[in-house]
């Protein structure tokens, strides 16, 4: 499958892309070839994009994260309210839309994080299943409410929560089984 070419003239049309946050003084006279309505700045390169910018996460038609310098984490939350820059090569944007199954679910059970990527990220490596927008969203609410509380487990039996937690997750990652089913499973 050939990819898209993403260029200054279409990165802003319907795409998903992970920029690496820029420390500001290292480019202090960054030249901004174009300003948005929402008042996003970008400077266009051969090879990529800068965005300066308050404002990451949906963009538009858009889903833009924002990879934070003091934070590697994918995930992270960025703060939209202050500037920031950030910076994406041309071949780091991904189509995006809400009906194909685009996106995989990632979790990092060191820090009980969970987020999305796209299943053209060169480390996708093809376990997880792909889902569309709508229902990666839900899934990733389930993940949360397992990582973050105990009530999902109720009635279960088991020895240690962390494994039953770590185990149900992967389930939901890599099947299309719903944690109503999984904990159906569990009970019998």
Same mark, same amino acid.
């Given at each position: 499958?050939?990819?898209?070419?993403?260029?200054?003239?279409?990165?802003?049309?319907?795409?998903?892309?992970?920029?690496?946050?820029?420390?500001?003084?290292?480019?202090?006279?960054?030249?901004?070839?174009?300003?948005?309505?929402?008042?996003?700045?970008?400077c266009?390169?051969d090879?990529?994009?800068?965005?300066?910018?308050?404002?990451?996460?949906?963009?538009?038609?858009?889903?833009?994260?924002?990879?934070?310098k003091?934070?590697?984490?994918?995930?992270?939350k960025v703060?939209?309210?202050?500037s920031?820059?950030?910076?994406?090569?041309?071949?780091?944007?991904?189509p995006?839309?809400?009906?194909?199954?685009?996106?995989?679910?990632?979790?990092?059970? =060191?820090?009980?994080? #969970?987020?999305? $990527?796209? %299943?053209?990220?060169?480390?996708? *490596?093809?376990? &997880?299943?792909?889902?569309?927008?709508? =229902?990666?969203?839900? #899934?990733?609410? $389930?993940? %949360?409410?397992?990582?973050?509380? *105990?009530?999902? &487990?109720?009635?279960l039996?088991?020895?240690?929560?962390?494994?039953?937690?770590?185990?149900?997750?992967l389930?939901?990652?890599?099947?299309?089984?719903?944690?109503?089913?999984?904990?159906?499973?569990?009970?019998?």
């Open positions: 499958m050939t990819l898209k070419k993403y260029n200054k003239t279409n990165f802003h049309k319907h795409t998903f892309c992970e920029f690496t946050e820029v420390d500001a003084t290292l480019i202090p006279n960054i030249d901004r070839h174009f300003k948005s309505k929402s008042g996003s700045g970008y266009f390169t090879k990529g994009v800068y965005r300066i910018s308050n404002h990451w996460g949906r963009a538009a038609n858009c889903r833009w994260r924002l990879i934070s003091t934070n590697s984490d994918s995930s992270s703060n939209n309210g202050q920031r820059i950030g910076y994406a090569n041309w071949t780091n944007f991904y995006n839309n809400e009906i194909e199954n685009l996106f995989y679910i990632e979790v990092n059970f =060191e820090i009980n994080n #969970v987020t999305f $990527q796209h %299943k053209f990220n060169p480390n996708y *490596d093809g376990k &997880a299943v792909l889902r569309n927008a709508s =229902e990666t969203a839900k #899934v990733i609410r $389930q993940i %949360k409410e397992i990582l973050e509380s *105990d009530t999902w &487990a109720k009635y039996d088991f020895d240690d929560l962390e494994q039953l937690r770590k185990e149900i997750i389930q939901l990652i890599t099947t299309n089984k719903s944690l109503q089913i999984l904990k159906k499973e569990l009970l019998k």
